[in-house]
C-alpha cells in the first residue's frame, strides 16, 4: 500500500464514520504521516513509498481510535503549537490555534530585559514554555491545579529543552515560596492565563469529544463561566509589578464580563483582544 492509497482509503473511512470530505482528507493526512512518522507537509514527497507491515497495523489501529471518538490529537499522542510539537494527552487540554493570540501578544509587547513571567492554568505548558522560548531571557513559572498536568507539562519542558521554564502544583496564582524566590521583589512583569471559562451549565452541550477527553477541571469556570477568573483578578495585584502586563484568554461571550471585574483603581488600560476569525478571545490590563 502506498501513501497515497492509505490516505484515500483512511480518507474514506473516517468519511463513512462521520467526518466531512474536507476534515476526513486532512485526518487521513495526519494518521498517515505519523504512521511513518514525517510531517503532513512532506507527504507529497513520498506519495509512492510502501508502507510496511508495522507502519500499516499502526495506521489502522489508529484510525479504529479515531472512529471510536478519541480525539485525533490524542491518537497521534502530539500536536504543534507555536510551531513547535507538544506532547498531548488526557492529561490537559488540546491546544487550539487561537491560544497562539496570548503569546504573539505578549512577545510583541516591551518588556524588561530579563522578564520574569507567570502561566497560570499552563495545562501542557504550551504557553509558559513557548513564552520562554520565544524570550529566552525570561523566567517563566507555569502552575496548575491539576498534579498531572504539571507531569504533562515539565515532560514538555524537557522535550523542548526549556530550562527557564518550570512548573509547580498549585492553585492559581498561589506559588510556593520557594519558587517564587527567583523574584527579587515577589513581583511579576506579566501573568497570563487561560483558565476554564465555559460556564458548568453548558458543559454537557459540548461537543462529546471536548466533553469526553478534555479534563473536566481545564473547562468548568463555574456558574458564568468567570469563577476562576474573577479569583484569579482579586489575587494578582499584589502579585505584579506596577505596569505589570495581565493577558487573559476568555470566552466568545466575555468581551464585557471579564473587563468588569477589574478594580479600575488598581488596573489600567483594560483592553479586550478579538481573534483572526473576528470573535472576541482576550482581555489585557496594566498594572496601576
Given at each position: 500500500m502506498t501513501i497515497s492509497e492509505a490516505i484515500q482509503e483512511v480518507s474514506g473511512l473516517l468519511g463513512t464514520a462521520g467526518s466531512d470530505d474536507d476534515s476526513s482528507l486532512w485526518q487521513a493526512k495526519v494518521l498517515v504521516a505519523h504512521a511513518i512518522t514525517i510531517k503532513p507537509s512532506q507527504l507529497h514527497?513520498?506519495?509512492?513509498?510502501?508502507?510496511d507491515l508495522r507502519q500499516k497495523e499502526e495506521l489502522f489501529l489508529m484510525v479504529e481510535k479515531r472512529i471510536s471518538g478519541i480525539p485525533l490529537q490524542h491518537v497521534i499522542g502530539e500536536w504543534d503549537f507555536y510551531g513547535r510539537t507538544f506532547t498531548v494527552d488526557?492529561?490537559?487540554l488540546i491546544p487550539r490555534p487561537e491560544t497562539e493570540l496570548l503569546v504573539e501578544f505578549i512577545t510583541k509587547t516591551e518588556l524588561p530585559s530579563r522578564p520574569l513571567i507567570l502561566d497560570?492554568?499552563?495545562?501542557?505548558?504550551?504557553?509558559g514554555i513557548t513564552l520562554a522560548l520565544e524570550i529566552p531571557q525570561s523566567k517563566v513559572?507555569?502552575?496548575d491545579i491539576s498534579t498531572s498536568a504539571v507531569e504533562l507539562a515539565n515532560e514538555n519542558r524537557k522535550l523542548l529543552n526549556a530550562e527557564n521554564y518550570s512548573a509547580a502544583n498549585c492553585h492559581l496564582a498561589n506559588i510556593p515560596p520557594a519558587v517564587h524566590s527567583i523574584s527579587k521583589d515577589g513581583k511579576f512583569d506579566v501573568i497570563v492565563a487561560n483558565l476554564p471559562y465555559i460556564p458548568s451549565e453548558n458543559i454537557s452541550s459540548l461537543q462529546s469529544e471536548v466533553r469526553n477527553h478534555d479534563p473536566l477541571l481545564a473547562l468548568d469556570g463555574g456558574s458564568g463561566g468567570t469563577l476562576l477568573i474573577l479569583e484569579l483578578i482579586e489575587t494578582i495585584p499584589e502579585k505584579i509589578g506596577s505596569?505589570?502586563?495581565v493577558v487573559l484568554e476568555t470566552g466568545y461571550d466575555q468581551e464585557i464580563s471579564v473587563p468588569?471585574?477589574?478594580n479600575r483603581k488598581?488596573?489600567?488600560d483594560i483592553r479586550t483582544v478579538k481573534d483572526l476569525w473576528g470573535n472576541h478571545r482576550m482581555v489585557t490590563a496594566i498594572r496601576r
Open positions: 514527497l513520498k506519495h509512492d513509498f510502501l508502507l488526557k492529561r490537559a497560570v492554568g499552563t495545562g501542557s505548558g504550551i504557553i513559572i507555569g502552575t505596569g505589570g502586563l468588569s471585574l477589574f488598581l488596573w489600567s
